[in-house]
């Protein structure tokens, strides 16, 4: 009987300090294992017992095991339950913390340009031409009246993808396949990317224009102008208007090139319009009546306005950004600045 109870003060002063599960399942191993488990142990001392007291030392083991597990048991469940809270308090989430501000990204400045742009002539019933990029020399040139040996092929210098296809240099090259195409009337807007051997501050080997191309009975030089009037007080605000300037396209006769009272300064004179109140902003023109024929289309009958506009300078010019470069570098800090639409 002192065995049992040696035991059980044993194991009271070793189970004092044991507040963790692992230390508790030491504890566990140390008085239960079937191997190495104190109480275990007690069984093997049964040989040396004498018969009539087996029955009762057996009983007193089965106790002092039960009592031993009791303990254990209730150990183990306060541990846990404190584990668990120990848990709550280190997972615990405070949801009156401001979130994190998740960062909106915006479009591109051409692509705004461009959709201000699209917006504009959409109100005025224009249709959008995709064109493509790829295209052959009678598209980009000939048909365009730029026949191979015509001084204005120098103006565009061009990157050739085999002797027949090229990378277009304008978007121009779509006015032949919506003309032939389409019977007049004709009212498309042709944006797109186009290339040209070129590189400097103000010029990249790819960037994007916006061709419109007008073709109906009694199209003149005078449509054009009120249309454009129209365009540049959309885009570059109320009180501006255009002025035409002669110009030289092969492809429009007569050519203008067309002027914007300068949006800085009203047209007093500044940096931006460099002191003249003007700022060029675009290409246009009657359509050549060759270039109508060329399509198929009765120039005695039918005659026509096109315009074509970079869309790159007409974004840096209402942005303010004096480099080309800064619009192809994706530099966050300049594409952050700019919220137009
Ligand atoms: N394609 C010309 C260029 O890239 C721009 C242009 C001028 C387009 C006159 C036109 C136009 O449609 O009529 O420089």
């Known amino acids: 009987m002192n065995r049992f109870e040696e035991i059980r003060q044993q194991f009271l002063e070793e189970a004092k300090e044991r507040v963790d599960s692992q230390s508790i399942y030491e504890l566990r191993k140390a008085y239960l294992d079937r191997k190495i488990g104190k109480v275990n142990a007690l069984m093997k001392e049964m040989r040396s017992i004498p018969k009539e007291d087996k029955a009762a030392f057996g009983q007193g083991v089965n106790a002092l095991k039960d009592w031993v597990l009791e303990q254990l048991t209730e ?7 404190a584990e668990l809270q120990r848990r709550y308090e280190r997972e615990k989430i405070d949801v009156t913390v401001p979130g994190k501000e998740i960062k909106r990204g915006k479009l591109h400045p051409i692509t705004q340009m461009k959709e201000q742009m699209v917006n504009v002539f959409a109100g005025m019933g224009f249709e959008i031409y995709e064109g493509s990029e790829i295209e052959n020399d009678y598209y980009n040139f000939t048909a365009l009246n730029t026949p191979m040996d015509h001084p204005a092929r120098d103006m565009q210098d061009t990157f050739y993808l085999s ?3 090229l990378l277009r240099t304008q978007t121009s090259a779509g006015q032949i396949h919506v003309m032939e195409q389409e019977k007049p009337p004709i009212k498309i807007l ?3 990317k186009v290339f040209r051997s070129d590189d400097d501050a103000t010029h990249s080997p790819m960037f994007s224009q916006m061709e419109g191309l007008v073709v109906d009975k009694g199209i003149t030089l005078c449509d054009l102008q009120g249309m454009l009037d129209e365009f540049v007080q959309q885009i570059y605000g109320e009180g501006t208007h255009t002025r035409l300037r002669p110009s ?4 429009t006769e007569p ?6 009272s300068c949006f800085a300064c009203g047209g007093k004179g500044c940096k931006l319009c460099k002191g003249t109140g003007w700022i060029e902003i675009l290409g246009a023109g009657v359509v050549n009546k060759k270039v109508l024929e060329n399509c198929g289309i009765d120039s005695d009958v039918y005659s026509g306005f096109a315009f074509g506009i970079g869309i790159e300078r007409a974004a840096m010019l209402k942005y303010g950004i004096n480099n080309i ?3 192809f570098e994706s530099d966050l800090r300049v594409l952050d600045q700019i919220d137009d639409m």
């Open 75 to 81: 150990m183990e469940s306060k541990a846990r339950a």
């Open 163 to 165: 002797p027949e296809f």
């Open 190 to 192: 042709s944006p797109g």
């Open 248 to 251: 030289f396209f092969p492809f």
């Open 255 to 260: 050519s203008v090139e067309v002027d914007v």
């Open 325 to 327: 470069k800064l619009l």
